[in-house]
Antibody, heavy 118, light 107 residues
Framework: QVQLVQSGVEVRKPGASVKVSCQASGYTFTDYNIHWLRQAPGQGLEWLGRIKTKNGGTNFAQKFRGRVIMTRDTSNSTVFMELSSLTSDDTAIYFC???????????WGQGARVTVSS | DIQMTQSPSSLSAAVGDRVTITCRASQAISNSLAWYQQNPGRAPKLLLSAASRLEGGVPSRFSGSGSGTDYTLTINSLQPEDFATYYCQQYFTTPRTFGQGTKLEIK
């Protein structure tokens, strides 16, 4: 069965960077894109961007361009999301998700809690 | 960006009730709409895609409809496990965007 397993809790100071991983299993890794979304405490869902696992191509939401990097390691079926210049507004649970025949999300990681605090 | 507006933002209902949640897009999205259910501390669960296509394993009391800019999620005969927060998401254009959520509470 499809599984996405994410790295754990992270705490960072303002201005720092954080790198979160998402390891996929249960399907052919390069057949589907991986997306990153986040949810701030008590808030809704926000899409950060996607990585095309076949060729590493990326697309980001405008507000994150220049601050987010997404990479993949096909040998380990793992995707990484790095967010830099963190502020308290970046405190959230970060989810990876896999798409299907279109860019909706039947499969989600368990989420990685990132806290930005001085 | 396409703005997705859900209503109501919260809803109180009893077990056995029928409820409807509405999602309006700021432009036509050609049925490229998904609905999710989320429980506290959990990842969202996909319920429907293509506005009305039920995902495998999702009970048939959940249904979706709509076209153009206006879409609805209907839950018939509410069960205790249905009390959660619901989100719509458009995948017509990038960036993918979500409604702000509808919290369904037990009356």
């Amino acid at each position: 069965q499809v599984q996405l397993v994410q790295s754990g809790v992270e705490v960072r100071k303002p201005g720092a960077s954080v790198k979160v991983s998402c390891q996929a299993s249960g399907y052919t890794f390069t057949d589907y894109n991986i997306h990153w979304l986040r949810q701030a405490p008590g808030q809704g869902l926000e899409w950060l961007g996607r990585i095309k696992t076949k060729n590493g191509g990326t697309n980001f939401a405008q507000k994150f361009r220049g601050r987010v990097i997404m990479t993949r390691d096909t040998s380990n079926s793992t995707v990484f999301m790095e967010l830099s210049s963190l502020t308290s507004d970046d405190t959230a649970i970060y989810f990876c998700a896999r798409d299907k025949d279109a860019e909706y999300f039947p499969y989600w990681g368990q989420g990685a809690r990132v806290t930005v605090s001085s | 960006d396409i703005q997705m507006t859900q209503s109501p933002s919260s809803l109180s209902a009893a077990v056995g009730d029928r409820v409807t949640i509405t999602c309006r897009a700021s432009q036509a999205i050609s049925n490229s709409l998904a609905w999710y259910q989320q429980n506290p501390g959990r990842a969202p669960k996909l319920l429907l895609s293509a506005a009305s296509r039920l995902e495998g394993g999702v009970p048939s009391r959940f249904s979706g409809s709509g076209s153009g800019t206006d879409y609805t999620l209907t839950i018939n005969s509410l069960q205790p496990e249905d009390f959660a927060t619901y989100y719509c998401q458009q995948y017509f254009t990038t960036p993918r965007t979500f409604g702000q959520g509808t919290k369904l509470e037990i009356k």
